[in-house]
């Protein structure tokens, strides 16, 4: 149950971790109730993962979910302010 680390520690730090330690393409898969995958959910999506959340095995019924995410590849782009100055400095 993901929510026990939550008590303790600060979710965006925890996913951050788990950021730095995935290879891109990396699946995690968590179970928990629907309000703290909403929250987990909420923060990946902001780290550029792929996310979705589906019912537990048990059925829609149950309070647990499972929260797929992926953790995709991508690669900032230069900004035209950089551009600007590296061009300056070539004249």
Same mark, same amino acid.
């Given at each position: 149950?993901?929510?026990? +680390?939550? /008590? !303790?520690?600060? /979710?965006?730090?925890? %996913? %951050?971790?788990?950021?730095?330690? /995935? !290879?891109?393409? &990396? =699946?995690?898969? /968590? !179970?928990?109730?629907?309000? =703290? %995958?909403?929250?987990?959910?909420?923060?990946?999506? &902001?780290?550029?993962?792929?996310?979705?959340?589906?019912?537990?095995?048990?059925?829609?019924?149950? $309070?647990?979910?499972? %929260?797929?995410?992926?953790? =995709? +590849?991508?690669?900032?782009? $230069?900004?035209?302010?950089?551009?600007?100055?590296?061009?300056?400095?070539?004249?």
């Amino acid at each position: 149950m993901f929510f026990v +680390y939550v /008590l !303790r520690c600060d /979710l965006t730090l925890i %996913l %951050l971790e788990m950021d730095r330690i /995935l !290879r891109p393409e &990396g =699946t995690v898969v /968590l !179970r928990d109730n629907v309000e =703290t %995958l909403n929250k987990v959910e909420k923060i990946v999506k &902001g780290m550029k993962w792929k996310s979705q959340i589906v019912d537990h095995e048990k059925g829609p019924f149950n $309070p647990e979910k499972i %929260l797929v995410a992926v953790k =995709t +590849y991508w690669t900032g782009q $230069p900004s035209d302010k950089n551009n600007n100055n590296n061009n300056n400095n070539n004249n």
